[in-house]
């Protein structure tokens, strides 16, 4: 995978989160010691002897040991301890908690009822507890204390890294956090220390146990996308919001930093936000509802089903969550009353609901809908929670039942032996519970269970496949049974281009395409799965083309898989949504990429084996059609041969390939005369065999007219070769005439080996003659001026023609075989018949190269004068 630049944004966005990190790591630890060190040693720790208003320290209630020392509700509270106090609650809470039970507080103050008179009370100061903790409390410290706090600051945290430029997130961040703090501060935590932290805590927790109404209703506006109103008129919220941020900010922080310069200056402020403590209370109520007809409104207007899916989760588990806490404020609102902890651990633990339901549709790719969830829930839940718990009382009974009977009997060893029991049959009751489990997977999740064994036989069984279209209908046909897919496709690289090749599910394939070097390809190249979200801003789907993104909406893509081998891209399979509307698992992609591995093995092995087979027909189909131009061309040489008197000839022609480029003919001519041509045409095979027939056609035609006149015969045949074919082609050629009245011989050699004419007389001398008067080749050049020759034959004079394959027969070293072997083997065979000196030719010729490859044409024509 490429490395992509990571955005200047997005290390703002770590850096706070990082820092806010800290800041709530350490408020959380020093919150759950001091809440710890109460619950634990309250019979040492002190309680607050009165309770206070700010920011006159105005007492508005008193405990006994205060009353006892004559403090009562009304006074303000001026020095404690001697030291005087400004408008913070630390300069009070400080000398508090550093006491313990027993140990004396100086209290002064003023008591305006009486004129201002000043009080001083010396008060001996009382335990949190005498006893130990209840059980209640215990549970309700945890709950409130560990998991709850834990539960949303893991939650908050994990959403806003996974999601660090989605302003949703950050506002889910914000919520859980409010959330854990909405069981209110814990003034020893907040007030109770003299360190550099106690100003960040005083200020941390009462802003974020004031903002989650906030949250909600921002959340509101923002998800899925932002309200159509707020586009319009971005400030509106703000005038509803804004008075509750200021007092928020103002109620602690603002105000802290203030009294301890200038306490008047606090007071005065105190007195102005006082207008916002009203609004402060009925907001939260307000927002609430707010945020709840909001999301009611998208739900009903939101036309993408996925985020329509998302809204009605994010709806069903706020009204599931916020429910309990609204009848709460009410019954608060209408009057004072005490709740037990019992009553508040439920309210507060079916908050924990709501962000978890936001995490889940802000972070996952694609949301299930409301009744999926349940369905599943519920059935996990009956399934695997009533078994386990049927497993813990079975074994909780089992081992009572044995230690009960062990404590009757009155040996030691009867004892041991019962005890040991018990826990054997615990043992195999996990075992069987083990067993009972995965059955009922099997029993409640059938379809799961079945998709996993189809999707592992599938990838095992298209191994085997190699025609293409069978293993396309296969694999779409079990993937779209196994995961409940109505629709899946297959595109091919088809040169450049991925090509629906076959569909399931659609009325007709769809008519799309997708570039090999698109962005959707070059993300399957990189990556095991690309997950398709065309609504989502953020997705990888906004990079590619239009026609990309139009194909994908056509194929209804919601995952696409790579079919590749060894980096070659060979398909793309698309899979749509499932009817369940489920999105693929972890455990779906994973059988998903092993079965599209395996088919783009057998896509690629069916490539293979149908380009063989088409390299294996069209080698057959050449080798016939060579085959049928080898009849042809055999058709072309002289079939029989035109009765001469006097003359007995043959001739013979064994080309290198199954078509040659060598010629002889025999042409009867008028007067009994008869012609012998031997050429050898330049190059082999189709080509040359075709400009044979062309020279052997243009030569009959000529004969017809020539009347002798050889030389002139020859220079029309090059003009005619010259301009039938290409300018690389051309033909060495032999044109003899011989007439049987006179025996004599004319010709023409066109740069062809010259043939040869052994004399009867073998006293004659020369005895051989070569016949080389001619001209150069033919077909070469356009105009050629030719010269006749002339030779009178007698009786057992022989003429023999031959090519250069004949000549220049090479062995496997390379040498040829040459004239100077020829021409001997000629002279000691000439009294041979012309069939039986040809064959004597040609064995002479495969004796020398001794089974080397012939590397040319070999042709011979043989005549006698009898």
């Given at each position: 995978m490429?490395?992509q ?9 770590y850096?706070?989160l990082?820092?806010l990190?800290?800041v709530?790591?350490?408020y ?34 008193v405990?006994?040991?205060a009353a006892?020392a ?9 020095a404690?301890?001697?030291?005087r ?24 103050a ?38 709850l706090p ?14 660090v ?7 889910l ?16 935590s ?16 009462p ?7 906030t ?8 998800f ?10 971005p400030w ?11 007092r928020?900010v ?7 930093f ?7 200056a606090?007071?005065?402020l ?7 403590e ?19 409104y998208?739900?009903i ?27 709460f ?10 709740f ?20 889940y ?15 599943q ?5 009956l ?16 081992l ?85 897919v ?9 040169g ?6 076959h ?31 065309l ?33 070659k ?10 009817r ?31 380009q ?15 085959e ?5 061309q ?7 041969y035109?009765p ?16 040659g480029g ?23 095979g189709?080509?040359?065999?075709l ?23 020859m220079?029309?045949?090059?003009g005619?070769?010259?301009?039938s ?20 011989l ?19 001398a020369p005895?051989?003659v ?28 022989l003429?023999?023609?031959?090519t ?21 083997l000629?002279?000691r ?19 020398f190269?001794?089974?080397?490859p ?13």
């Amino acid at each position: 995978m490429t490395n992509q630049p990571f955005p200047l944004r997005a290390k703002v966005g770590y850096t706070v989160l990082l820092l806010l990190f800290a800041v709530v790591a350490v408020y959380r630890v020093i919150d759950f010691t001091e809440r710890l060190g109460d619950l634990v040693y309250g019979h040492i720790h002190v309680r607050e002897p009165f309770d206070f208003d700010l920011p006159e320290f105005n007492l508005v209630g008193v405990e006994p040991e205060a009353a006892a020392a004559g403090l009562r509700a009304g006074d303000v509270v001026v020095a404690i301890n001697g030291a005087r106090v400004h408008a913070t609650p630390a300069d009070l809470w400080v000398p508090i908690y550093k006491a313990s039970a027993g140990d004396r507080l100086t209290v002064e103050a003023v008591r305006p009822t009486e004129g201002r008179r000043r009080v001083t009370a010396s008060i001996a100061l009382s335990p949190i507890r005498t006893g130990g903790p209840t059980v209640l409390e215990l549970v309700a410290f945890g709950i409130l204390n560990v998991v709850l706090p834990l539960s949303c600051t893991v939650l908050g945290f994990w959403v806003a890294a996974a999601r660090v430029t989605d302003r949703r997130a950050w506002l889910l961040l914000a919520l859980v956090l409010s959330l854990a703090e909405f069981g209110g501060g814990y003034f020893r935590s907040l007030y109770g220390r003299e360190d550099f932290f106690q100003p960040v805590a005083a200020a941390y927790q009462p802003l974020l146990a004031n903002l989650w109404p906030t949250a909600m209703l921002l959340f509101a506006i923002s998800f899925p996308e932002r309200l159509a109103l707020d586009r319009k008129v971005p400030w509106l919220k703000w005038i509803v919001i804004a008075p509750i941020v200021l007092r928020v900010v103002a109620l602690n922080p603002v105000y802290d930093f203030i009294a301890r310069r200038d306490p008047d200056a606090a007071r005065r402020l105190d007195q102005a936000l006082m207008p916002t403590e009203a609004y402060l209370g009925t907001s939260y109520g307000l927002f609430i509802l707010l945020f709840l007809l909001i999301m009611g409104y998208r739900t009903i207007t939101e036309r993408q089903p996925d985020a329509r899916r998302r809204l009605r989760l994010l709806l069903t588990g706020a009204a599931l969550s916020v429910t309990p806490m609204l009848a709460f404020l009410l019954l608060v609102a209408s009057g004072p009353r005490s709740f037990a902890d019992w009553v508040i651990i439920p309210v507060l633990g079916s908050l924990l609901l709501f962000p978890l339901t936001m995490a889940y549709v802000i972070v996952v790719e694609r949301a299930m809908d409301v009744r999926v969830v349940v369905r599943q829930g519920l059935r996990y839940i009956l399934a695997r929670g009533t078994l386990r718990g049927l497993q813990f009382v079975v074994s909780s009974a089992t081992l009572a039942a044995a230690i009960a009977l062990g404590a009757r009997s009155a040996s030691l060893i009867s004892q041991v032996l019962l005890i040991g029991a018990g826990v054997g049959a615990i043992v195999l009751i996990r075992r069987f519970a083990d067993t009972l489990r995965e059955r009922v997977d099997r029993r409640f999740f059938r379809e799961a269970y079945d998709a996993d064994q189809i999707l592992s036989d599938l990838a095992s069984e298209v191994r085997t496949m190699i025609e293409t279209r069978p293993l396309l209908e296969t694999v779409t046909r079990r993937i779209a049974e196994a995961l409940h897919v109505p629709r899946v496709a297959i595109l091919l690289n088809d040169g450049g281009t991925l090509a629906v090749a076959h569909t399931v599910g659609f009325e007709a394939p769809p008519d799309v395409t997708l570039p090999a070097s698109g962005a959707t390809a070059s993300r399957l190249q990189r990556e095991p799965h690309a997950r398709v979200r065309l609504d989502d801003a953020d997705s990888w789907v906004q990079t590619a083309g239009e026609g990309e993104r139009r194909a994908l909406a056509e194929l209804q893509s919601e995952l696409l898989l790579p079919l590749s081998l060894n980096q070659k891209l060979v398909g793309v399979m698309s899979l749509g949504p499932k009817r369940s509307e489920e999105p693929f698992s972890g455990h779906d992609l994973r059988l998903l990429g092993s079965v599209a591995t395996q088919t783009g093995l057998a896509l690629e092995n069916s490539r293979l084996t149908a380009q063989v087979g088409l390299e294996i027909a069209e080698r057959e189909k050449r080798r016939r059609e060579l085959e049928i131009a080898r009849e042809v061309q055999e058709r072309l040489f002289p079939q029989s041969y035109p009765p001469v008197p006097g003359l007995e000839f043959a001739g013979f022609c064994r080309p290198a390939l199954a078509i040659g480029g060598d010629y002889y003919d025999f042409v009867p001519l008028e007067g009994g005369r008869l012609g012998l041509a031997i050429g050898d045409i330049s190059g082999k095979g189709i080509p040359a065999a075709l400009l044979m027939a062309t020279l052997r056609a243009f030569l009959r035609g000529q004969t017809r007219r020539s009347r002798g006149e050889l030389a002139r015969m020859m220079s029309d045949l090059n003009g005619l070769v010259y301009e039938s074919s290409a300018s690389n082609r051309y033909a060495t050629f032999f044109y003899a005439e011989y007439d049987p009245a006179t025996r004599h011989l004319g010709y023409v050699n066109a740069g062809h080996n010259a043939p040869v004419v052994l004399r009867g007389d073998r006293a004659a001398a020369p005895d051989l003659v070569r016949l080389d008067t001619g001209g150069p080749v033919i077909g070469l050049l356009p105009e050629c001026g030719y010269e006749q020759g002339e030779v009178q034959l007698a009786q057992g004079d022989l003429l023999v023609a031959f090519t250069d394959g004949v000549s220049e027969a090479m062995n496997a070293a390379q040498e040829e075989w040459g004239e100077e072997r020829l021409m001997p083997l000629l002279r000691r065979a000439r009294d041979e018949p012309p069939d039986m000196l040809m064959a004597s030719i040609m064995a002479g010729a495969d004796a020398f190269v001794h089974g080397a490859p012939q590397h040319d044409d070999m042709t011979l024509v043989v005549a006698r004068c009898l």
